[in-house]
């Protein structure tokens, strides 16, 4: 059932402030690119340039918590977004515009009203998890979009259909801006429109005039070791508490290892130990096992490194040298470390089901490449397994999906390194593990809940 939702208070009775710029585009400019802006009709125009970078028209004003809605219109040929809460700071990459921006991507993929982390930290918000947004958008026609941002929560919509649920507390004031994303060097890309029009802004009694609730989609939180309220209220549990080792052991101990894992400013880390496989402290792994469940880990990879998060393990059947066996989302600096070219067709690489199916971009059906940050900065590893069907998702993008048990996954596990295992991946429960591979990798923000 599609859940459409309803401002607290009608809109009319609001007090809105008209945002959308004059004739001479005062309190406006525009930086970046070199796409050109203009009022037409009581719309905003701008118009894609070859050989330049994304352009903004930026506002003046700054903004804190808001109510933003507004129309637009882009050529279909055309990405372009809206930011919110924006930045450009000279210290920051010689003061580009980044931040927080609400997508308009009439593409195939149609992600229209995710949240992207402009120059910064790409996707925080896509739509693959969430069809009835994606349906929600109209390539090539006037869309209307409505953002709520109010604390450390951004919330937006599409033509009434709730599309992201955003909690983050990196920026909490910023300026507006109507983006002209830059377009491959071809003629036929010259030119191209994006429109917007009817954009108003609430800075006042944004509590008597915000949404109800969004228990139509997801929410996605990237605090730092914590839940949200809606989070517990949908069953997630941290796995890790950030400070202690609470919940865990050696996979081959009774106790927690007492050495190659530390925990300080709310990470966990494997410690380096010359790429050695197990022979410092050794995986650890959940004292509880799970079955069904969707887990979530944001992990930081140093240059070179190898890692990996198991799931359905047994720890009781290697007990010499070596990592415990189980299914193993791959966590891996693919253009450094040498496993990436060893497997078969790339089966080892970042977020691969390890030696055994490839990652690929199973979210765009325009791009197989994986969107992923690199070396020093934060990823996000998700696993959904229900029954025998297991996906692998990184930073919102699905990379890997299969079925545990089936005629093709045994095909896959017979040439494998695990064909020596009976049953190797198909036992009904198991416990998660953190991998020691012998290199640096920060873990933290480890969730956890039971699928039923």
Same mark, same amino acid.
């Given at each position: ?100 921006? !609400? ?5 195939? &993929? +149609? *992600?229209? %009203?995710?949240?992207? $982390? ?120 941290? !796995? ?5 080792? &609470? +919940? *865990?052991? %050696?996979?081959?101990? $009774? ?131 229900? %029954? ?65």
């Amino acid at each position: 059932m599609l859940l459409l939702i309803a401002p607290a208070v009608t809109a009319q009775t609001a007090p809105w402030r008209s945002l959308t710029p004059d004739a001479s585009l005062s309190g406006w400019r525009v930086t970046g690119g070199t796409a050109s802006y203009r009022l037409e009709n009581g719309e905003v125009v701008g118009r894609s340039v070859l050989r330049t970078p994304n352009s903004w028209l930026v506002s003046e004003e700054i903004f804190g918590d808001f109510i933003l809605e507004f129309e637009a219109k882009t050529d279909p040929k055309l990405n372009s977004g809206v930011m919110i809460r924006g930045q450009s700071r000279p210290d920051y990459r010689n003061g580009v515009v980044h931040g927080y921006q !609400l997508e308009i991507d009439p593409s195939r &993929r +149609g *992600w229209s %009203g995710g949240l992207y $982390d402009e120059q910064r930290r790409q996707w925080l918000y896509t739509l693959g998890r969430n069809e009835a947004a994606r349906q929600a958008f109209r390539s090539g026609d006037w869309n209307s979009y409505r953002v709520e941002a109010i604390d450390n929560r951004i919330r937006t919509f599409v033509n009434g259909v709730p599309a992201a649920d955003l909690i983050d507390d990196m920026d909490a004031r910023g300026f507006i801006a109507f983006q002209v994303h830059s377009v491959p060097d071809d003629p036929a890309m010259q030119g191209l429109e994006a429109r917007f029009r009817n954009v108003r802004i609430l800075t006042s009694g944004l509590a008597r005039y915000a949404s109800s609730a969004t228990p139509a989609i997801e929410q996605q939180s990237y605090l730092v070791n914590r839940l949200t309220d809606a989070e517990r209220a949908s069953g997630w549990t941290l !796995l890790w508490d950030g400070k202690t080792t &609470r +919940g *865990w052991r %050696g996979a081959k101990l $009774d106790t927690f290892p007492p050495k190659g894992w530390s925990i300080s400013d709310g990470m966990l880390t494997v410690e380096a130990s010359a790429g050695y496989e197990s022979r410092n402290g050794g995986d650890i792994i959940t004292i509880r096992e799970f079955s069904d469940f969707e887990l979530s880990v944001d992990f930081r990879l140093t240059p070179g490194a190898n890692s990996g998060i198991k799931y359905f393990v047994d720890p009781n059947l290697l007990k010499g040298e070596g990592s415990a066996i189980g299914l193993e989302y791959q966590l891996l600096d693919d253009e450094r470390h040498p496993d990436a070219k060893m497997g078969r067709d790339g089966n080892r690489t970042l977020g691969s089901l390890y030696d055994l199916i490839t990652a690929k971009n199973l979210s765009d059906p325009d791009s197989s490449g994986k969107r992923f940050n690199p070396p020093g900065e934060w990823n996000r590893a998700t696993l959904i397994v229900r %029954g025998a069907k297991v996906e692998h998702w990184l930073n919102g993008f699905k990379v890997v999906e299969y079925e545990r048990g089936s005629p093709e996954f045994r095909a896959l596990v017979a040439q494998s390194k695990y064909k020596d295992w009976p049953r190797f991946g198909e036992w009904e429960k198991g416990p998660i593990l953190l991998q020691d591979h012998g290199d640096k990798v920060d873990f933290r923000s480890i969730k956890l809940r039971e699928l039923r």
